[in-house]
């Protein structure tokens, strides 16, 4: 079994500073998982995540991710191995299911059995991608149905939204941000002070903020096109914090080098600052 060098690279604890980090691995493997395990464990972490929560083609398939809550047993197996022969400590990223929810109902008991530090659940199955309403009423049942600290995990995307859900499940502590916190880098502090406006600077900030993203992708990629992705990829939840989405979206898409690039962002955040 072999680590990729980026993945080395990332997992360095002289990279992470900071912040904590939590390694995370996806897998159908125990071997694969214990190895992985061992290898964090030498860098001085305590702690895996399980990812059974990706809900892509080209991981499902393949039995990983979300693709693997309809096996029940393998998770049992999985997790039987390495509670018996490694002290790493394991939290847990999930779907409800890939077909339906109630794919979840069934591995939940299993989890009962093990110190799981933590289970976040995004409140989809698989197949949806990141399509369709989240499910909160099979969200509920994963709560009645657990004795595991549960994250609530999916459309949190606005202070409005964050409060209907504290409403709807008084019980929770923690809740996770993905794709919110990529459109909107001020809804963090937003939630955590409880205020819903930003500030007056707003665009001026953000600029900031993806200028030194670009910076540090420029130095730790080569060539333009790889960089360029990056951004892409970025910009694809950025557009959703301005006024036109699509066109914004569109406007970075069609800039053919680093220098049109540029051109584009700059039009972007002086329109967005000139209608503020």
């Known amino acids: 079994m072999v680590i990729k060098n980026s993945y080395k690279r990332d997992l360095l604890p002289e990279n992470n500073t900071t912040l904590e980090v939590i390694p995370q691995i996806i897998t159908n493997d125990a071997d694969e998982f214990l190895f992985v395990s061992k290898y964090v464990q030498e860098l001085g972490y305590k702690e895996l995540n399980w990812n059974l929560g990706c809900p892509y083609p080209m991981v499902t398939k393949r039995g990983m991710g979300s693709g693997l809550i ?47 530090k933590n289970i976040a659940i995004h409140a989809r199955i698989g197949k949806q991608l990141y399509k369709g309403g989240t499910n909160l009423e099979a969200f509920q049942k994963c709560l009645d149905n657990s004795k595991h600290k ?66 540090e992708y420029d130095a730790a990629l080569s060539g333009p096109t790889p960089i360029k992705m990056k951004m892409l990829g970025f910009w694809e939840y950025f557009s959703q914090s301005f006024s036109n989405p699509q066109k914004t979206y569109k406007k970075i898409k069609k800039a053919g080098n680093v220098k049109a690039y540029g051109i584009a962002v700059r039009e972007i955040i002086k329109e967005a600052k000139s209608s503020s």
């Open 150 to 215: 549960i994250y609530y995990n999916g459309d949190i995307t606005s202070v409005a939204a964050f409060k209907k859900l504290q409403e709807r499940f008084p019980s929770i502590e923690h809740w996770m941000i993905g794709r919110g916190l990529i459109a909107d880098p001020f809804l963090p502090s937003m939630l955590k002070n409880n205020i819903d406006e930003y500030p007056k600077n707003r665009f001026d900030i953000f600029y900031e903020f993806h200028d030194l993203i670009f910076q």
């Open 70 to 116: 309809c096996d029940a047993e393998k998770i049992n197996n999985i997790l039987h191995r390495v509670h018996n022969e490694s002290d790493i400590l394991v939290s847990m990223k999930m779907r409800m299911g890939y077909e339906t929810p109630e794919e979840i109902l069934d591995v939940l008991p299993i989890l009962d059995k093990y110190p799981i």
